[in-house]
Every structure is written in C-alpha cells, then in structure tokens.
C-alpha cells in the first residue's frame, strides 16, 4: 500500500463502468417480453371478439297475452321452433304486458286474440327489436294460412259462396319503448360504455402517478368523478342528446360509474403499487368492458358470463343509464349498489395502502 492510500476501513469498491459503456436487456428477458406482448395482444383480441362471436339468442324473456288455451298453443309452438331461444311468460292482458315490458321483467310481448299484436322496446337495442320483428312476420304468415284453410274449409263445407277468400291478416308490430329521435339507432347509448370506462381508468392512472398522498388521492378522485361526470352528462344529454330524463340523476349515475373505476384503479395502486394499476386496468377494460352488454342483451352471451357482467361497472353504468333514459320505472337498485360496492372497495383500498405505509414509516423510524 502507497503512502498516499487512506485507509478507511472499508473494503474497496469495484470502479463504476464507463459512461459510454451500454447496458443490454438480458437475451432471456428479451424473448420473454417479447412473447408476452404478443400473448398479451391474443388476450385483448379473444376479450373484445368472444362475446360477439359466441353470442346468440338465448332465453330471451318475452310475454304471450291471450286466452289459456291460445297462450299454451303459441307457447308450446314458440318452444318447439325456437328451442332455448325465449323464455316465455304469461301476461294477462296486453297492459300486463306493456307493464312487464316497462318494468324490464320482459324485452318483448306477443298479444294473442283477434287483433294479434307484438310489442317491443327499442329502447333494449336493436337485436331484440329485429328478433321481435321477425317473430311478428312468422306469426302474420302462419295466421295467414290458418284463415285461408279455414275460408277454404267453410267453402268445401257449403257454408261460404265459391271464391271466397280469407281476408289478410296482419300482426302490427308496436314500439311501447322507443328510443329517442335524437339517438334513434341507440348507438350513442351503446357506444357510451367504453369512454366511461376509459374516462374513470385515465383517471385512476393519472392520480395514481401525480398525486401524492392518500387522502389528496381520494380527494382527487371525488373531484375528477364530479367534474368529469358533469361534462360527459353535459355531451351526453345537453349535446348529443343521447341519455334521457333527469340531468343530475344522470349526472350522479354517470359521476359514481367514473368514481368506482379510477378509486379502484387508485386502490390497486396503493395495495400493490404500479402493478396495481395493470390489475385495475385489466379487471375493468379486459374482462368488465366486453361483458358489459352494452350492445346486446345480457342473454346473448354464453351462460353465465351475461349475468357476470353485470357484476362489474361497465354493465351495472350501462344498464343503469339504459333505466334512468328509458325504463324510470325498471328497479335499478342492484346497478347502483354495484357501482357504489366499487366504488367503496377503491376507497378502503386506498385507505389500507395508506395505513401500512404509515406503519411502515414509523416502524422504519
């Protein structure tokens, strides 16, 4: 050892690396990132083409209204040309129905008698209109043929002159719910889904990485979700026209879906720090979003991943927006509960995260 040499006691310490030296990725985390981004754009795929791919027509409830024995008939014959596509049940008059209808117990009504009628709600999307519709043009042609062998039964029976011809039946097909002129293919309800759900993540994700501190967290949160619930109502119903009735029950509906995505998002953070985010973002985009129903009913998807959907907040805010719009008499107590349930598990998330880095602090100190 030099006389210049200073002993400190401390072992030396291995000279850093030049600056200009590169620091590669390991070749084996390389392939594997790699891989797992192209897995990752399978998942994406698979998430938002399944449910459109695989969807079909089942169990869709409908009412028949009529006389026991005309209900039985059409119900048996629904049964046996449809099989496992409707879920039939009895309404006793055609304001039964429409009450059903409104109430969403059902999507559509058959009103049997000797002026049949179907009853439909627009307002449920454009597929059960379209199958109701098709419905009623099955329905006109077999009437249709029931009249003709009966004119030409009464002919051959003597009892109607030669020539006579049954006269021609129609089965009408009435709106009971329509939707509005200004959204009159329902697509703006439809397509309304998405951005609530990409509006309350952007949200969760920016307050996550830019605000620190818990309780400026979730006083974040709780102004974002105002603020920002105010202005998609105001586009939504002021603008375009696209949700109905009360603005500021629209406005809580909307604010409340928006709050329960970016507190959970800033929950997941606070529990498992920046991971958190990618499980809060996957929950809600990758698995919420493509069950929604937002463009079809819940019953088209595979059982039970309809009813699933509902669970999460994109199909409880949908749901809740498509009743608060155009069935105010529709219970909507579950998509409420269900968006407040988020919502409160983003917030004790928050808080459990802030009381473990507390401890953590203090034990540290």
Not at 122 to 149: E, H, K, Y
Not at 324 to 351: E, K, T
């Amino acid at each position: 050892m030099s006389a210049s040499t200073v002993v400190t006691g401390e072992p030396e310490r291995p000279a850093a690396p030049p600056a200009s030296a590169a620091v590669h990725t390991p070749w084996r985390r390389t392939v594997a990132l790699a891989l797992g981004a192209g897995l990752a754009v399978v998942v994406i795929l698979l998430a938002f083409l399944w449910p459109t791919v695989t969807s079909s027509v089942r169990d869709l409830p409908i009412a028949v209204a009529g006389s026991p024995a005309a209900v039985s008939a059409v119900t048996d014959q629904l049964h046996k040309s449809a099989a496992g596509a409707l879920a039939v049940t009895t309404a006793s008059s055609r304001a039964d129905a429409v009450k059903l209808i409104e109430t969403r117990a059902v999507d559509g009504a058959i009103v049997l008698g000797d002026k049949p009628e179907v009853l439909t709600a627009s307002a449920n999307g454009a597929a059960v209109s379209q199958l109701l519709g098709q419905l009623a043009t099955r329905l006109q042609a077999q009437a249709q043929q029931q009249a003709d062998a009966a004119a030409k039964q009464a002919v051959a029976a003597g009892k109607a002159p030669a020539g006579t011809v049954a006269p021609t039946v129609t089965v009408p097909v009435t709106d009971v719910v329509p939707l509005a002129s200004t959204d009159a293919r329902g697509l703006g309800l439809a397509a309304s889904s998405f951005p609530l759900v990409l509006g309350g993540m952007i949200g969760g994700v920016l307050i996550s990485i830019l605000v620190a501190g818990s309780w400026r967290r979730l006083t974040a949160v709780v102004l974002y979700a105002a603020a920002g619930g105010l202005a998609v109502t105001g586009i939504m119903q002021g603008w375009f026209g696209i949700l109905q009735g009360g603005f500021w029950t629209n406005w809580l509906a909307v604010s409340l879906s928006m709050l329960a995505t970016s507190a959970f998002v800033v929950g997941m953070n606070a529990l498992l720090g920046r991971v958190g985010i990618a499980v809060g973002a996957v929950i809600t985009v990758l698995v919420g979003n493509p069950l929604s129903s937002a463009t079809q009913p819940l019953q088209f998807l595979p059982a039970p991943w309809g009813a699933i959907g509902q669970w999460f907040v994109p199909g409880a805010s949908v749901s809740l927006l498509r009743d608060l719009s155009y069935f105010p008499s529709a219970d909507a107590l579950f998509p409420w509960l269900v968006l407040l349930g988020w919502a409160a598990v983003g917030i004790v998330l928050m808080l459990v995260g802030h009381f473990r880095d507390q401890e953590v602090s203090e034990a540290a100190a």
